[in-house]
């Protein structure tokens, strides 16, 4: 299996959440090309099993251009995408926590709920982020 993993950030903590899905899957003997969104070509998706595809909530719940440019560009939605994303209860609350992850399921019928870390994966989190990527693995799996 090979994955793709696709992420935006700005503050540096999607970028970690990323290195430690990275990690997680590399640990499993699993083929891993890790893209920082916007740093320069796209990678084929088609070359690639899944797509887990990453981003932090911008501006009241938004996505970022950046991403929407990423799916814009890959021109289609590909069979096995999921999504995690990093966000900040004190801007928007619950309702809009890591809204740009819950959007990007829902527009690639992601069929894995979608990870949502509280700013960075450090603490009890890496734990949530090592636990959702082997639930991918394995949902991938079957």
């Known amino acids: 299996m090979s994955f793709l993993i696709a ?10 959440v990323a290195e430690l899905i990275e990690a997680v899957l590399l640990n499993s003997d699993l083929d891993v090309t890790r893209y ?14 899944a ?14 251009d950046e991403v929407k440019d990423f ?18 209860t004190q ?3 619950d309702e809009l926590f890591c809204n740009a ?3 990007l399921a829902r527009f690639y019928e992601s069929k894995y709920a979608p990870l ?3 700013q960075s994966p450090r603490g009890t989190q ?17």
């Open 71 to 88: 799916a814009a560009e890959v021109g289609y939605k590909p069979p096995n995408v999921y999504v995690f994303g990093t966000g900040d």
């Open 7 to 16: 992420y935006a950030t700005w503050s540096g903590n999607t970028e970690e």
């Open 116 to 118: 949502k870390i509280e």
């Open 36 to 49: 920082r969104i916007g740093t320069g070509p796209i990678p084929d998706v088609n070359e690639f099993d």
């Open 91 to 93: 801007f928007g609350g």
């Open 101 to 103: 992850a819950v959007k």
């Open 51 to 64: 797509l887990i595809i990453g981003s932090f909530t911008w501006d009241k719940g938004a996505t970022p």
């Open 126 to 142: 890496e734990i949530d982020v090592i636990n959702w990527t082997e639930g991918v693995i394995k949902q991938w799996a079957h």
